[in-house]
T-cell receptor, first 118, second 114 residues
């Protein structure tokens, strides 16, 4: 089984619908992230969580919300989907590197959730 | 905003040749990481270099970091067709309010022709 599992892998929905993307991990990491990838734009951070009680906005959080239900689970919601939220979404986990505050370690990515909003 | 920017955007080489990709960034960093992505798949971590390191090797990969120039390079030696993928640099930097974030560049698309 994959260390970081995303569901669904593909989803087509209509404008105005509520969508939830789910992520679960078996790495035992405290830190979890949601990124969005658009062609030619690389990955942009939506939200991140350093533990169950810690949720932080990333670069592009508008139109999104998250829930950290447990150490292993981090879900991303689009309350009212719009076409420009069509993208490939990635969940990732990491540890904090030893030897320095805020030193982000290697990210482990899921296989992605491809969302199309019509 | 994008912290790291890769150069070139696309690179096409023959199998057996070396491939060099560059990454420039804007602010002080804790570390810089390189990732690989096969088309439509999740990213896979290749190598991490801390701000106090200048060079790191892993198999056919060599990464350099020049903090004075705010730049890094990834060298893949003796490339293979299986190296065809997109390569991203990511910088771990302070983002305000006591928080650090890993920010990705737009990537270099490498094509290795058999």
């Amino acid at each position: 089984d994959a260390d970081v599992t995303q569901t669904p892998r593909n989803r087509i929905t209509k404008t105005g619908k509520r969508i939830m993307l789910e992520c679960s991990q078996t790495k035992g990491h405290d830190r979890m992230y949601w990124y969005r990838q658009d062609p030619g734009l690389g990955l942009r951070l939506i939200y991140y969580s350093f533990d169950v009680k810690d949720i932080n906005k990333g670069e592009i959080s508008d139109g999104y919300s998250v829930s950290r239900q447990a150490q292993a689970k981090f879900s991303l919601s689009l309350e009212s989907a719009i076409p420009n939220q069509t993208a490939l979404y990635f969940c990732a986990t990491s540890e904090l590197l030893a030897g320095g505050s805020g030193n982000t370690g290697e990210l482990f990515f899921g296989e992605g959730s491809r969302l199309t909003v019509l | 905003s994008q912290q790291g920017e890769e150069d070139p955007q696309a690179l096409s080489i023959q199998e057996g040749e070396n491939a060099t990709m560059n990454c420039s960034y804007k602010t002080s960093i804790n570390n810089l990481q390189w990732y690989r992505q096969n088309s439509g798949r999740g990213l896979v971590h290749l190598i991490l270099i801390r701000s106090n390191e200048r060079e790191k090797h892993s198999g056919r990969l060599r990464v350099t970091l020049d903090t004075s120039k705010k730049s890094s390079s990834l060298l893949i030696t003796a490339s293979r067709a299986a190296d065809t993928a997109s390569y991203f640099c990511a910088t771990d930097a302070y983002s305000g309010a006591g928080s650090y974030q890993l920010t990705f560049g737009k990537g270099t698309k490498l094509s290795v022709i058999p």
